[in-house]
């Protein structure tokens, strides 16, 4: 069973263009994850769009990103190809290479298949890096099973005793000891996701999270004029539901909001008023950004779907469709429509829409008279009990520190 130089170099060649692949999958995951502003430029449109794919349940595997483990695979197949070497012909030593190149193709290919199923037929969205490392594993199990032409059943038996072969080389040694080293501090390094987390990251250490609160106490506090209704922590969020950053922050700090509605139901309250822009129902824009041409239908048609219990339902269309609804030509008057009639349908189908908007789109420009009193200027602008929540250039705080900044509140409460 001896691989020849053309199959080694093909499986060389599909594993450093699958590493490739893999490394930018793999970065574009970790900005996900670390900036909540980022947007990725595999994101084409709704069936075409790497952070539905990455941030989906199937992105991650017990908190391990699908894309490092790409990398991490790729890596491997890389390195016994290109460091294998073909024993002399007419040599009793076995080449079992091709051997295992096709195990770990299969064990790549099977992984592929379901990750392939999940996201065409369960997420129904593509990604395009994903597709190209499913292309490559499907090359090198095409190559090395034609290489592999016998012997696979001795492998399993073979293998520790090729593996101390192989490692007696001193040079094979330090590579395989990198390799392992390497693979255990990608994994070491890689950020988790937020959702997976029960408080604050390990890396806000005490002594950040006691500046934080320094910093957090000596904040102005403005009263915005919503009831709490219960709540001890009131976040009150000005968005535009047409916004990329509005979408990115919510998906943000949704885990932290969902830990706290958990374990203290009803004590964080979340309002959301809306900041369109759109100089049709915002006097503070003097023209509509791009993009944005149905950012007032947009906000009218959560109203119309909280009457109606669907708010949730209608944010979800909307966060969905929100690039292809904001792109060219498609973001005027094809995307009111689509708005229009999704809010209908929600609404059960008997929602006058045109009159339904002009009852409400008041509504909306009264939170645009609230959001100019208290300077807002970007969306999304989050304010925690009346503390405008950024930092001290006016960014919105990570996902961590809006954690800190409820805890902070909800102990406040407490004392008084």
Known sequence: MRMSPRARWLILGFALAGLALAVASSWVHYRLLTDPTYVSPCDINQTFNCTQVYLSRFGTVRSVPVALGGVIWFSLVALV????????RGSREPDAVGGYLFALATIGLAVVLYLGYASFMILRTACILCMGTYVCVTGIFITAGLSASGGLAEMPARLLSDLRRALAKPAMLVVAILYVLGATSLLAWFPKEARQQTGPPSNVSADVETRFADIWAKQPRVDLGVPADGAKVVIVKFND???????????????????????????????????????????????????????????????????????????????????????????????????????????????????????????????????????????PTYFINGVRATDQNGYNLPAQYIDLAIKLELKRAAAR
Request: one cysteine or more; aromatic letters at 8%.
């Open 241 to 379: 539901w047409m916004c990329p950053a509005c979408k990115a922050f919510q998906m943000a700090y949704q885990p932290v909001l969902d830990k706290y509605a958990e374990s203290d139901p009803g004590a964080v309250r979340v309002v959301v008023k809306d900041w369109p822009w759109n100089s049709t129902c915002n006097f503070k824009v003097p023209t509509t950004f791009v993009g944005h041409e149905a950012s007032c239908q947009a906000a009218v048609a959560v109203r119309i779907a909280r009457d109606h219990g669907k708010a949730d339902d209608m944010i979800a269309w909307l966060f969905t469709n929100q690039q292809r609804l904001g792109e060219g030509s498609h973001s005027g008057p094809d995307a009111i429509n689509e708005i229009r009639a999704e809010a209908v349908q929600l609404a059960g189908g008997g929602v006058d829409f045109d009159a339904a908007y002009a009852a409400k789109i008041a509504d909306v420009r009264r939170d645009v008279t609230d959001g100019s009193l208290l300077n807002v200027i970007a969306t």
């Open 81 to 88: 190809a290109g460091l294998h070497r073909a024993p002399p």
